[in-house]
């Protein structure tokens, strides 16, 4: 027996039994035991708990506090609880209980709705007491019948279904539903439908500020059949009392589109009821994917302010990009700096996140509002985000966090401090950090880049007018220079030697040289390479980042040449270059980490790099001319949009 047959038979075999006793107290008592489970539900149901408060963010985080939305989603649950006792009370409500507990607003508009003589659709969404509207239709002496849809319990929804025919409710069923809802509508008669949960075959409009999925029936049939439109919504006064709003009849605007018809309608009614939703916010259905079907995904990059993180996280949110696209999502991209208050707060919240749990963690953030400087604290609750991605160990505890609080989905790239990997949905790591083995991380050979042929192109475009006459891709070689770290010393002198080498390669070959620094390159080394190349006629460019940078020289560099030559100390530079499928040339430099060096053999045993001393550049470029061999770019980006698939 599955999940939800247990479920079915333990609603059932529940509503058959408490409901008799239920119904022996006081209408007041019984709804005092509902708020009381709903307080149970809150406390214990922390995965639904979790989702009401991220997606009321969502709808309110731009306007409300956290502590507001705290407060609203146990509102929600007081509500919840209350209309679940409703359901018990089912066939004690008859007419003196509606006159006693029930008031109506706008009754004067049902019989506006039914002189047009063509059927009378109410509209609603999944908001106040869902039971309580159908009956009291069925009360009011209204010709109501009630859509009902096929549910996953079969057993409880048959019962429910009983209590409803006893209250004077007349039902559709899955059969012939749609002709029976024509024959209802050209009687003159009355039908309730709801606008939200559209699902997968809904219409996506803008719903509390986002892209949702919603039900169109019923404006597809009020617009072919002439039917009225009625929106209705109700809330909870207090206890068993409920107000009843009922809208005038929604003149439907008509057009040669018809699709455009029924989207525009649509969006005019979904308007109307996010009018009460935020009136009454308690009172709407909260504990689903709401946006699950947006055309819309937010993606947030959580920065530390390194711009090697920053880039490898903004290759992975490209390749997020893509892979929503291929679904026809659209992706928005927004960048938050993550500045801590002081490098011992740093660690201090990450260990506390070592103890956060979904009980206490979601709306409350104290931790991280302690560690992180006011601006920071005001743009992170300022987003609702579906992706969360880092890069570093200092940011990912901040990643973490976010996406419980934001029911997100959460990569992270490099190891992840001390965190358990299952706070995460993605970790890509690099092979030379010796991984874990687990199903949530993807392996990469290097760091992820934003190398695309797409992006050579443009970078390749941005730096052409800068060039006097930019050569061919087969007549130029491509040198990237960085420079020093904490660990390591790039050496002037080595750099000198492959310099030299270099020119004598581009003379012999009669080819022109294209050639970069970093911010990172030292002063002696930059004087190196002024004094090598500085009057080479043959260099066509030189930039000396420390004093001119420009932004698009790497990537011009490497979508203008075959042959590249780069310097050992960057991981990130190498893979970028490895990813352009150029013929790469890594030359030696003394200093280097044990893990370093490992990086640097792994890719040159895989054909990704040639690895050379600096005295044998030249031999190794006068090699790849000579053979012209096939090159292989690292398959990274490749992994990692596989990996994707199966977490988005």
């Given at each position: 027996?599955?999940?939800d047959?247990v479920t079915d038979?333990?609603?059932?075999l529940?509503l058959k039994?408490?409901?008799?006793?239920?119904?022996?107290?006081?209408?007041?008592?019984?709804f005092?035991?509902?708020?009381?489970?709903?307080?149970?539900v809150?406390?214990?149901?922390?995965?639904h708990r979790t989702?009401?408060y991220?997606n009321?963010?969502?709808?309110?985080?731009?306007?409300?506090?956290?502590a507001?939305l705290?407060?609203?989603?146990?509102?929600?649950?007081h509500?919840?609880?209350q209309?679940?006792?409703e359901?018990?009370?089912?066939?004690?409500?008859?007419?003196?209980?509606v006159?006693?507990?029930?008031?109506?607003?706008?009754?004067?508009?049902?019989?506006?709705?039914?002189?047009?003589?063509?059927?009378v659709i109410f509209?609603?969404?999944?908001?106040g007491?869902?039971?309580l509207?159908n009956?009291?239709?069925a009360n009011?002496?209204?010709?109501f019948?009630m859509f009902v849809?096929?549910?996953k319990?079969?057993?409880?929804?048959?019962v429910?279904?009983e209590?409803?025919?006893?209250r004077?409710?007349?039902?559709?069923q899955?059969?012939n539903?749609?002709?029976?809802?024509i024959?209802?509508?050209?009687s003159?008669?009355?039908?309730?439908m709801?606008l939200d949960?559209?699902?997968r075959d809904?219409?996506p409009?803008?719903?509390?500020?986002?892209?949702?999925?919603?039900?169109y029936?019923?404006?597809?049939?009020?617009?072919?059949?002439g039917a009225?439109?009625v929106p209705v919504?109700?809330?909870?006064?207090?206890?068993p009392?409920?107000?009843?709003i009922?809208q005038?009849p929604?003149?439907?605007?008509?057009?040669?589109d018809?699709e455009?018809?029924?989207?525009?309608n649509?969006?005019?009614?979904?308007r109307?009821?996010?009018?009460y939703?935020?009136?009454?916010?308690q009172e709407?259905?909260?504990?689903?994917?709401?946006?699950?079907y947006s055309?819309?995904?937010e993606?947030?990059?959580?920065?530390?302010?390194?711009t090697?993180?920053?880039?490898q996280?903004?290759?992975?949110?490209?390749?997020?990009s893509?892979?929503?696209?291929?679904?026809q999502?659209q992706?928005?991209?927004?960048?938050?700096?993550v500045?801590?208050?002081a490098p011992?707060v740093?660690?201090?919240?990450?260990?506390?996140?070592?103890?956060?749990?979904?009980?206490?963690c979601?709306?409350?953030?104290?931790?991280?509002?302690?560690?992180?400087d006011?601006?920071?604290?005001?743009?992170?609750?300022g987003v609702r985000p579906?992706?969360?991605?880092?890069?570093g160990?200092?940011?990912?505890?901040v990643n973490?966090?976010?996406a419980?609080e934001?029911?997100a989905?959460?990569l992270?790239?490099?190891?992840?401090?001390?965190l358990?990997?299952?706070k995460?949905d993605?970790v890509?790591m690099?092979?030379h950090?010796?991984?874990?083995r687990?199903?949530?991380?993807?392996v990469?050979?290097?760091?992820?880049?934003l190398?695309?042929p797409?992006?050579?192109?443009?970078?390749?475009?941005?730096?052409?007018?800068?060039l006097?006459?930019?050569?061919?891709?087969?007549?130029c070689i491509?040198v990237?220079?960085?420079?020093?770290?904490?660990q390591?010393?790039?050496p002037p002198?080595?750099v000198?030697?492959?310099?030299e080498?270099?020119?004598?390669?581009?003379?012999a070959?009669?080819?022109s040289l294209?050639v970069?620094?970093?911010?990172?390159t030292?002063?002696?080394?930059?004087?190196?390479?002024?004094?090598?190349l500085?009057r080479?006629?043959?260099c066509?460019?030189l930039?000396i980042?420390?004093?001119?940078?420009?932004?698009?020289?790497?990537?011009?560099?490497?979508g203008?040449s075959?042959?590249?030559v780069?310097?050992?100390?960057?991981?990130?530079m190498?893979?970028?270059?490895a990813?352009?499928?150029?013929h790469?040339i890594?030359f030696?430099?003394p200093?280097?980490?044990?893990r370093?060096?490992?990086?640097?053999?792994s890719c040159?045993?895989?054909?990704?790099?040639?690895l050379?001393e600096p005295?044998?550049?030249s031999g190794?470029?006068?090699?790849?001319r000579?053979?012209?061999?096939?090159?292989v770019?690292?398959?990274?980006a490749?992994?990692?949009?596989?990996a994707?698939?199966?977490v988005?």
């Amino acid at each position: 027996m599955n999940r939800d047959s247990v479920t079915d038979y333990l609603g059932c075999l529940l509503l058959k039994s408490a409901g008799p006793c239920l119904r022996l107290l006081p209408v007041g008592f019984v709804f005092w035991l509902g708020r009381r489970l709903g307080d149970l539900v809150h406390f214990f149901d922390a995965r639904h708990r979790t989702l009401v408060y991220a997606n009321l963010k969502t709808a309110f985080g731009g306007t409300l506090s956290l502590a507001a939305l705290r407060r609203i989603t146990h509102a929600f649950y007081h509500s919840f609880g209350q209309n679940i006792m409703e359901i018990f009370l089912i066939p004690r409500i008859d007419r003196r209980y509606v006159d006693r507990y029930i008031t109506i607003e706008g009754k004067e508009n049902i019989e506006a709705a039914f002189h047009n003589g063509k059927g009378v659709i109410f509209v609603s969404v999944h908001a106040g007491s869902w039971e309580l509207s159908n009956i009291l239709s069925a009360n009011l002496g209204v010709p109501f019948w009630m859509f009902v849809r096929e549910q996953k319990l079969p057993r409880l929804n048959r019962v429910l279904n009983e209590y409803r025919r006893q209250r004077g409710c007349r039902l559709l069923q899955k059969e012939n539903q749609l002709r029976e809802v024509i024959r209802v509508l050209k009687s003159n008669e009355a039908i309730g439908m709801t606008l939200d949960q559209g699902g997968r075959d809904g219409l996506p409009v803008d719903f509390m500020g986002r892209s949702a999925s919603m039900a169109y029936g019923a404006v597809r049939l009020a617009l072919k059949y002439g039917a009225a439109v009625v929106p209705v919504f109700s809330t909870r006064l207090r206890g068993p009392r409920i107000k009843m709003i009922i809208q005038p009849p929604v003149v439907l605007q008509r057009s040669g589109d018809e699709e455009k018809a029924v989207r525009d309608n649509l969006q005019s009614l979904v308007r109307i009821f996010e009018e009460y939703i935020r009136r009454y916010p308690q009172e709407y259905l909260w504990s689903y994917r709401i946006w699950k079907y947006s055309v819309w995904r937010e993606v947030l990059i959580v920065s530390d302010g390194k711009t090697g993180h920053l880039r490898q996280s903004q290759a992975l949110a490209q390749l997020v990009s893509r892979h929503y696209q291929a679904r026809q999502i659209q992706t928005r991209m927004r960048t938050v700096e993550v500045r801590f208050r002081a490098p011992l707060v740093k660690m201090l919240q990450a260990c506390s996140s070592l103890f956060s749990n979904r009980l206490t963690c979601p709306g409350c953030l104290q931790c991280l509002r302690r560690a992180v400087d006011p601006a920071t604290f005001q743009q992170l609750c300022g987003v609702r985000p579906d992706i969360i991605i880092s890069c570093g160990s200092s940011v990912a505890p901040v990643n973490a966090l976010l996406a419980r609080e934001n029911q997100a989905k959460s990569l992270a790239i490099l190891k992840p401090a001390f965190l358990d990997f299952k706070k995460f949905d993605l970790v890509v790591m690099p092979e030379h950090d010796h991984p874990a083995r687990r199903k949530n991380v993807v392996v990469t050979q290097g760091a992820l880049n934003l190398i695309t042929p797409e992006y050579l192109r443009e970078q390749s475009d941005q730096l052409s007018p800068l060039l006097a006459a930019p050569p061919g891709q087969d007549a130029c070689i491509g040198v990237l220079l960085g420079g020093d770290t904490k660990q390591f010393r790039l050496p002037p002198q080595t750099v000198r030697t492959v310099l030299e080498q270099v020119r004598q390669s581009a003379e012999a070959l009669n080819v022109s040289l294209l050639v970069t620094t970093s911010r990172r390159t030292s002063a002696p080394v930059e004087a190196v390479a002024r004094e090598v190349l500085g009057r080479e006629e043959r260099c066509k460019l030189l930039v000396i980042a420390n004093e001119r940078n420009i932004p698009a020289a790497v990537g011009g560099i490497l979508g203008m040449s075959r042959i590249t030559v780069v310097s050992p100390e960057s991981i990130s530079m190498i893979s970028e270059a490895a990813s352009s499928k150029n013929h790469v040339i890594v030359f030696t430099a003394p200093g280097l980490s044990a893990r370093h060096q490992t990086f640097l053999q792994s890719c040159a045993e895989k054909k990704y790099i040639y690895l050379a001393e600096p005295d044998e550049v030249s031999g190794v470029i006068a090699m790849i001319r000579a053979r012209q061999p096939q090159t292989v770019a690292l398959p990274d980006a490749q992994r990692v949009s596989q990996a994707l698939e199966s977490v988005l």
